[in-house]
């Protein structure tokens, strides 16, 4: 069965550091999608990113970058230069070709919290 | 263009209480999800309407939770009687119909916040 995992808890740290976010999952599939996702205090789920499993080239957004290596399965997360502003939880998921991707599969979350 | 909204946006009850959460998707969106964060859990999903019909519902966790999608626009998400386990938050998001590529990205509404005492 598909899982993902988070295994920071909650990470604090200081405006201007670089913060790496882990992320690994689990899955049978061949075929699947990654996502990360940004829940501010507000609340609300703000999609980051999408990856599907045959494009293991890393991605960079602004201050935001993604590393994906399917030999170790995983799908990390580092936000350069962090500010105040990133303070969220941050979710990691799965969706796999199996079940149509109609649903995702997250970890537990990383609260990070960027203190000035 | 409006976002997923969800109310209402915090419910306190009392154990053995009835509460019904509301979704409205994206307009136009045919496919609309729940899914349930437990405090210090994971996300997890619920089920998944395509317009009216239940495609998936194999993360309701009991009879007790009961979710419709009337006419295929917004659903509604009732619980009957609530116990202490159910408290969480309650996600809603939508997308729209698969057509084209293999994936269309869900959008998340604020989530109601669900506590029961």
């Known amino acids: 069965a598909q899982k993902v995992t988070q295994a920071q808890t909650e990470i604090s740290v200081v405006e201007k550091e670089d913060v790496t976010l882990d992320c690994v999952y689990e899955?049978?599939?061949?075929?699947?999608?990654l996502f990360w996702y940004k829940q501010p205090p507000s609340g609300e789920l703000v999609f980051l990113i999408r990856r599907n499993s045959f494009d293991e080239q890393n991605e960079i957004s602004g201050r935001y970058s993604w590393n994906f290596q399917k030999s170790t399965s995983s799908f990390n997360f580092t936000i350069t230069a962090s500010q105040v502003v990133d303070s969220a939880v941050y979710f990691c998921?799965?969706?796999?070709?199996?079940?149509?991707?109609?649903?995702?599969?997250f970890g537990k979350g990383t609260m990070l919290l960027v203190s000035p | 263009e409006a976002g997923v909204t969800q109310f209402p946006s915090h419910s306190v009850i009392e154990k053995g209480q009835t509460v019904t959460l509301r979704c409205d998707p994206i307009?136009?969106?045919?496919?609309l999800y729940w899914y349930r964060r437990v405090m210090g859990k994971e996300i997890k999903f619920l089920l998944h309407?395509?317009?009216?019909?239940?495609?998936?519902e194999s993360g309701m966790p009991n009879n007790r939770f009961l979710a419709e999608r009337t006419g295929g626009t917004y659903s509604t998400l009732k619980v009957q009687p609530a116990e202490l386990e159910d408290s969480g938050v309650y996600f809603c998001a939508s997308s729209q119909e698969f057509a084209g590529g293999p994936y269309n990205e869900q959008f998340f509404g604020p989530g109601t916040r669900l506590t029961v005492l």
């Open positions: 307009s136009g969106h045919d496919n």
């Open positions: 309407f395509v317009k009216e019909s239940k495609q998936d």
């Open positions: 998921a799965l969706s796999e070709a199996n079940s149509g991707y109609s649903t995702l599969t």
């Open positions: 899955t049978r599939d061949t075929t699947y999608y």
